[in-house]
């Protein structure tokens, strides 16, 4: 079946320019998380949604930087007033479920990447 | 948080050679999972592993979760399996995110 999509692949924006990127998770996949890829800090978590909502928002790095999920499907990464400290590849994956809480034991399913969207900020 | 150290940081080998990965965390973990990134940038599933062995064509993985570490074996090696190998463990009473190694830069060379 169709795997995560990402769009657009590639952005270039101009610094202080909003931009906003979309992902489309595998279908009735629950969870759905957002990291970003830059040469200085490597793979690093954004944030987690489950189903509509967000409960864990710990790697967002400024309030710049907001995510929204509807219908339990597509999110989108917005960056607000872009900084050239924004440049990277942005990455979302999705999994089949999701912890029922921090501490619980749940099933954790394996999480799929998508193709990434490449953002510079000139 | 966990610390994930990935072993060796580059990794060149002729086309056919065998060769063996290593993933060091500092925590018990519930999960962890194997990648390899291709040229174009793409995160490819290789292994969901959080114990135990698992074999996937000329790669397998084993992930010792009481002594906190997995190894990738890659044998018969491939120009195509050139690329960065990534180790990610899911971080301990989190909501499932991953922490990911620094990588391993694998070259094979015809």
């Known amino acids: 079946g169709a795997g995560v999509s990402q769009s657009p692949s590639n952005k270039v924006t101009e610094k202080g320019k909003d931009v906003e990127l979309r992902c489309d998770p595998i279908?009735?996949?629950?969870?759905l998380y957002w990291y970003r890829q830059s040469l200085g800090q490597g793979l690093e978590f954004l944030i987690y949604?489950?189903?509509?909502?967000?409960?864990?928002k710990s790697g967002l790095p400024s309030d710049r930087f907001s995510a929204e999920r509807t219908g339990g499907s597509v999110s989108t990464l917005t960056i607000q007033r872009t900084q050239q400290e924004d440049s990277a590849v942005y990455l979302c994956?999705?999994?089949?479920?999701?912890?029922?809480?921090?501490?619980?034991?749940?099933?954790?399913?394996?999480?799929?990447f998508g193709p990434g969207t490449r953002l510079t900020v000139l | 948080g966990i610390q994930v150290e990935q072993s060796p940081p580059d990794l060149i080998l002729q086309e056919g050679a065998n060769s063996t990965l290593r993933c060091n965390f500092s925590?018990?973990?519930?999960?962890l999972q194997w990648f390899h990134q291709n040229p174009w940038g793409q995160l490819i599933n290789l292994f969901y592993?959080?114990?135990g062995t698992k074999q996937n064509g000329r790669l397998s993985a084993t992930t010792v979760a009481t002594e906190r570490y997995s190894l990738l074996y890659i044998s018969s090696s491939q120009t195509t399996d050139s690329g960065v190998y990534f180790c990610?463990?899911?971080?301990?009473?989190?909501?499932?995110?991953?922490?990911f190694g620094a990588g391993t830069q694998v070259v094979v060379t015809p």
């Open positions: 994956a999705s999994s089949l479920h999701h912890r029922a809480k921090p501490r619980g034991t749940g099933r954790i399913a394996e999480q799929f």
């Open positions: 279908s009735g996949h629950t969870a």
């Open positions: 949604f489950q189903g509509n909502s967000a409960p864990d």
């Open positions: 925590d018990s973990v519930n999960n």
């Open positions: 592993i959080p114990s």
């Open positions: 990610a463990v899911e971080q301990p009473d989190s909501w499932g995110k991953l922490q």
